[in-house]
Nanobody, 127 residues
Framework: QVQLVESGGGLVQAGGSLRLSCAAS????????MGWFRQAPGKEREFVAA????????EYADSVKGRFTISRDNAKGTVYLQMNSLKPEDTAVYYC????????????????????WGQGTQVTVSS
């Protein structure tokens, strides 16, 4: 099992940037594909981005393509989400998640493809 802790959320003006971090406990981080999801009040949790175990493959939701970048540093046991050109509709609680075992990137595009979740970090974008 693994524990995930997000950080880096906060309040930012529209058009600004934030970088979220997710630190993983243990020594098995490189064995996990990782993803970011977000959930706004009254809405379902939605996929944002995912990255393969080695970091060689990434996927993004259409709503964030060209603005967000997911990356990972396996030596540090950390996955990142760089968010640029933020919009008010990006306001949500952002969660990182991990999935152990082998699988295609397509299995990472929904919340039920993951085994472990962080506690979430709030991102608020003012208009």
């Amino acid at each position: 099992q693994v524990q995930l802790v997000e950080s880096g959320g906060g309040l930012v003006q529209a058009g600004g940037s934030l970088r979220l971090s997710c630190a993983a406990s243990g020594r098995t981080f490189s064995s996990y594909a990782m993803g970011w999801f977000r959930q706004a009040p009254g809405k379902e949790r939605e996929f944002v981005a995912a990255i393969s175990r080695s970091g060689g493959n990434t996927e993004y939701a259409d709503s964030v393509k060209g603005r967000f970048t997911i990356s990972r540093d396996n030596a540090k046991g950390t996955v990142y989400l760089q968010m640029n050109s933020l919009k008010p509709e990006d306001t949500a609680v952002y969660y990182c998640a991990g999935r152990g075992g082998v699988g295609d990137m397509a299995t990472l595009l929904g919340p039920y493809g993951y085994d472990y979740w962080g506690q979430g970090t709030q991102v608020t974008v003012s208009s």
